[in-house]
């Protein structure tokens, strides 16, 4: 029954007929009519029987496209009121909206799940020590000291303040390892050569360490300390984080991580505290999302362990409003779980 052709000569009286038996067939949800000014048929009287109509509709939404010179009519006393638009794509929109917004209503609410295993005097004793210096970015220490407060899965990690240190590091952890450069305002580390990743040995670490320290003095970087982390097993790059909006508080992120994240710029976002149900519905909402669902024959990811992840960074943001800003990028999606390979963490005074 789409769409119903109302024909020329088609009279007021016509239009309120038709959406009547239109609704009262129960085969739609929603009805949107039409009005294009033929020869004789008036746009006010065209306008007052689509208001008549309306209070006869029960349950379906009725918009109506007024395409005269003059627009839709004012609304008059008579009838309820109906939306007029004066292109059909308009109305369609907002219809849309509509059906979204109710099947939003619709949806299971979630429960609000409290993590286990949360150090929460430990992580304010962090934020607070950071506060009376000023603030502002956390070191790399302090970062994953943070996270690992609220449970969150990082990488196992060993700072090292030179080559010789970073050596032993590397012997320390065992096969190969992840080398990054920590250097001050140094945001985007692959771009300046601070990240070597399957360096394999003491020896190889050392090199890699004084090759690296080179790369960002070309940069115009200098580099202060390293971190020294085991490979990751592979898996799917994403990002988690959060930003404060003046008039929502802390939300959260998740999406395509990796060095293609910017370019990708697939991103769920949802306001704190997340449900059960908000965690989910931002990773299924993706594009990416097939890829951590067994995309083409391979392993399906850890999703629960994501989920999981997404539950903790809101309880930590919820409960520490002077985290302005945190970026985890990427945290690696597996089939053995998620893991925090790399992350950065702003504090300033809470507002």
Same mark, same amino acid.
Request: proline share 6%; charged share 20%; with cysteine.
């Given at each position: 029954?789409?769409?119903?052709?109302?024909?020329?000569?088609?009279?007021?009286?016509?239009?309120?007929?038709?959406?009547?038996?239109?609704?009262?067939?129960?085969?739609?949800?929603?009805?949107?009519?039409?009005?294009?000014?033929?020869?004789?048929?008036?746009?006010?009287?065209?306008?007052?029987?689509?208001?008549?109509?309306?209070? *006869?509709? @029960?349950? #379906?939404?009725?918009?109506?496209?007024?395409?005269?010179?003059?627009?839709? $009519?004012?609304?008059?006393?008579?009838?309820?009121?109906?939306?007029?638009?004066?292109?059909?794509?308009?109305? =369609?929109?907002?219809?849309?909206?509509?059906?979204?917004?109710?099947?939003?209503?619709?949806?299971?609410?979630?429960?609000?799940?409290?993590? *286990?295993?949360?150090?929460?005097?430990?992580?304010?004793?962090?934020?607070?020590?950071?506060?009376?210096?000023? @603030?502002?970015?956390?070191? +790399?220490?302090?970062?994953?000291?943070?996270?690992?407060?609220?449970?969150? $899965?990082?990488?196992?990690?060993?700072?090292?303040?030179?080559?010789?240190?970073?050596?032993?590091? =590397?012997?320390?952890?065992?096969?190969?390892?992840?080398?990054?450069?920590?250097? *001050?305002?140094?945001?985007?580390?692959?771009?300046? @050569?601070? #990240?070597?990743?399957?360096?394999?040995?003491?020896?190889?670490?050392?090199?890699?360490?004084?090759?690296?320290?080179?790369?960002?003095?070309?940069?115009?970087?200098?580099?202060?300390?390293?971190?020294?982390?085991?490979?990751?097993?592979?898996?799917?790059?994403?990002?988690?984080?959060?930003?404060?909006?003046?008039?929502?508080? +802390?939300?959260?992120?998740? @999406? =395509?991580?990796?060095?293609?994240?910017?370019?990708?710029?697939?991103?769920?976002?949802?306001?704190?505290?997340?449900?059960?149900?908000?965690?989910?519905?931002?990773?299924?909402?993706?594009?990416?999302?097939?890829?951590?669902?067994?995309?083409?024959?391979?392993?399906?990811? *850890?999703?629960?362990?994501?989920?999981?992840?997404?539950?903790?960074?809101?309880?930590?943001?919820?409960?520490?409003?002077?985290?302005?800003?945190?970026?985890?990028?990427?945290?690696?999606?597996?089939?053995?779980?998620?893991?925090?390979?790399?992350?950065?963490?702003?504090?300033? $005074?809470?507002?």
């Amino acid at each position: 029954m789409n769409p119903v052709d109302m024909i020329a000569t088609a009279t007021a009286e016509s239009f309120s007929r038709a959406i009547r038996t239109i609704a009262g067939d129960g085969v739609c949800d929603s009805i949107i009519a039409i009005f294009v000014p033929p020869l004789v048929t008036q746009a006010e009287d065209v306008a007052r029987e689509i208001r008549a109509a309306a209070g *006869d509709l @029960g349950d #379906v939404t009725l918009a109506a496209v007024f395409m005269n010179r003059g627009g839709a $009519p004012a609304a008059g006393e008579d009838g309820a009121q109906v939306p007029f638009f004066a292109f059909p794509e308009d109305a =369609a929109r907002a219809v849309a909206h509509v059906a979204g917004y109710g099947s939003w209503r619709a949806r299971p609410a979630g429960v609000v799940i409290e993590p *286990d295993g949360i150090r929460g005097d430990e992580a304010a004793a962090i934020i607070a020590e950071s506060l009376q210096s000023g @603030g502002g970015w956390l070191g +790399p220490e302090e970062t994953f000291g943070l996270l690992e407060c609220y449970g969150l $899965p990082v990488v196992q990690t060993r700072f090292a303040k030179d080559a010789d240190e970073a050596a032993a590091a =590397a012997e320390e952890l065992g096969g190969p390892v992840a080398l990054k450069a920590v250097a *001050d305002e140094l945001v985007h580390k692959t771009d300046a @050569g601070g #990240v070597r990743l399957g360096v394999d040995g003491p020896d190889e670490a050392r090199v890699a360490a004084r090759e690296m320290q080179q790369a960002l003095a070309r940069a115009g970087h200098t580099l202060e300390r390293l971190i020294v982390q085991p490979m990751a097993d592979p898996g799917v790059e994403l990002l988690i984080g959060v930003v404060h909006d003046t008039n929502f508080g +802390p939300v959260i992120a998740c @999406g =395509a991580g990796g060095t293609s994240a910017e370019l990708l710029k697939d991103v769920a976002v949802r306001i704190t505290p997340l449900t059960d149900v908000d965690a989910r519905e931002m990773l299924t909402s993706l594009r990416t999302y097939p890829l951590l669902d067994g995309y083409r024959g391979a392993p399906v990811c *850890d999703k629960a362990a994501v989920e999981d992840a997404l539950i903790r960074l809101s309880a930590l943001v919820q409960a520490h409003p002077e985290i302005a800003e945190l970026d985890a990028n990427p945290l690696l999606a597996s089939h053995s779980g998620a893991l925090i390979v790399d992350a950065r963490i702003r504090v300033a $005074p809470s507002t």
